[in-house]
């Protein structure tokens, strides 16, 4: 049994992306790739790419931010696989005992992973970054326009 009031969607409007067709995106996608990326990032731009065009993210002035991120994301998937084959850690033995230490390239995993994790705030890939870049937020000086 559903509690409380049902919701009104009369006033529910949906926000138009953009209305070209995927055509003109994966067009602009294209036109706009970086012929210096391995096929590993090429493949990370190939699927992010167009739909940052669909969002309006996707400028000749933001190619290089966009091919950091490609190149970023292959180097996180790299490190992981190479991880998962290699194990993590190693153990050293002394006069400590026996230590599990992580392996060097766990630090450069989670180094490459900040360098992500602030690329996905930038483009708006995660959904807390898009809620952030959706319009209608005002500007705190937005009344001084008037003045």
Same mark, same amino acid.
């Given at each position: 049994?559903?509690?409380?009031?049902?919701?009104?969607?009369?006033?529910?409007?949906?926000?138009?992306?953009?209305?070209?067709?995927?055509?003109?995106?994966?067009?602009?996608?294209?036109?706009?790739?970086?012929?210096?990326? #391995?096929? &590993?990032?090429?493949?990370?731009?190939?699927?992010?790419? %167009? @739909?940052? !065009?669909? *969002?309006?993210?996707?400028?000749?002035?933001?190619?290089?931010?966009?091919?950091?991120?490609?190149?970023?994301?292959?180097?996180?998937?790299?490190?992981?696989?190479?991880?998962?084959?290699?194990?993590?850690?190693?153990? #050293?033995? &002394?006069?400590?005992?026996?230590?599990?230490?992580?392996? %060097? @390239?766990? !630090?450069? *995993?989670?180094?490459?992973?900040?360098?992500?994790?602030?690329?996905?705030?930038?483009?708006?890939?995660?959904?807390?970054?898009?809620?952030?870049?959706?319009?209608?937020?005002?500007?705190?000086?937005?009344?001084?326009?008037?003045?």
């Amino acid at each position: 049994m559903s509690r409380g009031r049902k919701p009104d969607l009369s006033n529910v409007v949906a926000l138009p992306l953009h209305d070209e067709p995927q055509a003109v995106h994966h067009a602009r996608a294209e036109a706009l790739k970086p012929d210096w990326l #391995t096929d &590993g990032e090429l493949a990370v731009w190939d699927r992010i790419a %167009p @739909e940052l !065009a669909m *969002l309006g993210r996707l400028k000749p002035h933001f190619v290089d931010a966009l091919a950091e991120y490609c190149i970023v994301r292959r180097r996180l998937s790299d490190a992981r696989k190479y991880l998962d084959e290699k194990d993590w850690h190693y153990i #050293t033995g &002394g006069r400590n005992g026996t230590q599990y230490k992580a392996r %060097p @390239e766990v !630090a450069q *995993l989670n180094d490459d992973w900040r360098k992500w994790r602030s690329l996905v705030g930038e483009f708006g890939l995660a959904p807390a970054a898009e809620r952030g870049m959706q319009s209608g937020q005002s500007d705190l000086f937005d009344d001084f326009d008037s003045i």
